[in-house]
């Protein structure tokens, strides 16, 4: 009895002192959030246990389409291109600038989503992972968008080299180059056609304003024609009488 009395206490006491003493260091301010130093082990390891069982248990029930499309790929391609490699870089351009000053530095993608699902990998980036500077892009991609870089996460980028990359990236640099230069044609088009538009406008003003002046002149030139011939008819007919 008395054993069970003490256990009972030892329980009381951890369970109001555990949650003192956690709440009594998170307001001393020694806990430290720099950025620029890595998190503690013990901190690093439980906060990765449990961004891992939550992103298995969120993403348990999402089914996932084909991804060995290549058209899904090269979209991927170009979507990682644009709004993931400056953070999680590539083979032969890692770390990038930014994630030097990051923590937790983000991961290299072809090689830390190999043990995750399909279905995972498409949450991740639907959702991001809070406290770890991975955002949600479910506002700025479709459901779509995500599966097709997806797809190239998970069915061509573990296998590109270096070198591959590198001339993935260049092609893409040329279309976005001709891309580029086939927009700037058409606004070109467009701007003269819009001029041409108002040149003709401002023509047929001109031409409206010239006729009516015309119109204008002969209405005038005919009233004082039929004045004079009235009053040349007056005339004539007072010296008769």
């Given at each position: 009895?008395?054993?069970?009395?003490?256990?009972?206490?030892?329980?009381?006491?951890a369970a109001i002192l555990i949650p003192a003493g956690a709440?009594?260091?998170?307001?001393?301010?020694?806990?430290?959030v720099a950025a620029n130093r890595p998190e503690e082990p013990t901190i690093a390891a439980l906060l990765s246990m449990t961004s891992d069982a939550s992103v298995a248990w969120h993403a348990r029930s999402i089914p996932a389409p084909a991804l060995t499309d290549p058209s899904m790929i090269h979209k991927g391609f170009m979507i990682y291109r644009d709004d993931c490699v400056e953070c999680h870089g590539a083979p032969?351009?890692?770390p990038t600038e930014i994630?030097?000053?990051?923590?937790?530095?983000p991961p290299r993608l072809w090689k830390s989503t190999a043990d995750m699902s399909p279905s995972e990998v498409f949450w991740?980036?639907?959702?991001g992972i809070k406290m770890t500077g991975m955002p949600s892009w479910q506002k700025e991609d479709n459901d779509r968008?995500?599966?097709n870089l997806v797809a190239f996460v998970k069915d061509q980028f573990p296998k590109l080299s270096p070198r591959q990359y590198a001339q993935m990236d260049r092609q893409a640099g040329v279309q976005d180059h001709e891309a580029g230069d086939a927009d700037e044609r058409g606004a070109g088009v467009e701007h003269d056609d819009a001029d041409e538009h108002h040149a003709k406008a401002e023509h047929?003003?001109?031409?409206?304003?010239?006729?009516?002046?015309?119109?204008?002149?002969?209405?005038?030139?005919?009233?004082?024609?039929?004045?004079?011939d009235a009053d040349e008819h007056g005339a004539e007919k007072r010296d008769s009488d």
């Amino acid at each position: 009895m008395k054993t069970i009395s003490i256990t009972v206490l030892t329980l009381v006491l951890a369970a109001i002192l555990i949650p003192a003493g956690a709440w009594a260091y998170m307001h001393s301010g020694r806990y430290d959030v720099a950025a620029n130093r890595p998190e503690e082990p013990t901190i690093a390891a439980l906060l990765s246990m449990t961004s891992d069982a939550s992103v298995a248990w969120h993403a348990r029930s999402i089914p996932a389409p084909a991804l060995t499309d290549p058209s899904m790929i090269h979209k991927g391609f170009m979507i990682y291109r644009d709004d993931c490699v400056e953070c999680h870089g590539a083979p032969g351009a890692y770390p990038t600038e930014i994630s030097r000053g990051m923590q937790p530095v983000p991961p290299r993608l072809w090689k830390s989503t190999a043990d995750m699902s399909p279905s995972e990998v498409f949450w991740v980036i639907k959702n991001g992972i809070k406290m770890t500077g991975m955002p949600s892009w479910q506002k700025e991609d479709n459901d779509r968008d995500i599966w097709n870089l997806v797809a190239f996460v998970k069915d061509q980028f573990p296998k590109l080299s270096p070198r591959q990359y590198a001339q993935m990236d260049r092609q893409a640099g040329v279309q976005d180059h001709e891309a580029g230069d086939a927009d700037e044609r058409g606004a070109g088009v467009e701007h003269d056609d819009a001029d041409e538009h108002h040149a003709k406008a401002e023509h047929g003003d001109a031409d409206e304003h010239h006729a009516k002046a015309e119109h204008g002149d002969a209405d005038e030139h005919h009233a004082k024609a039929e004045h004079g011939d009235a009053d040349e008819h007056g005339a004539e007919k007072r010296d008769s009488d």
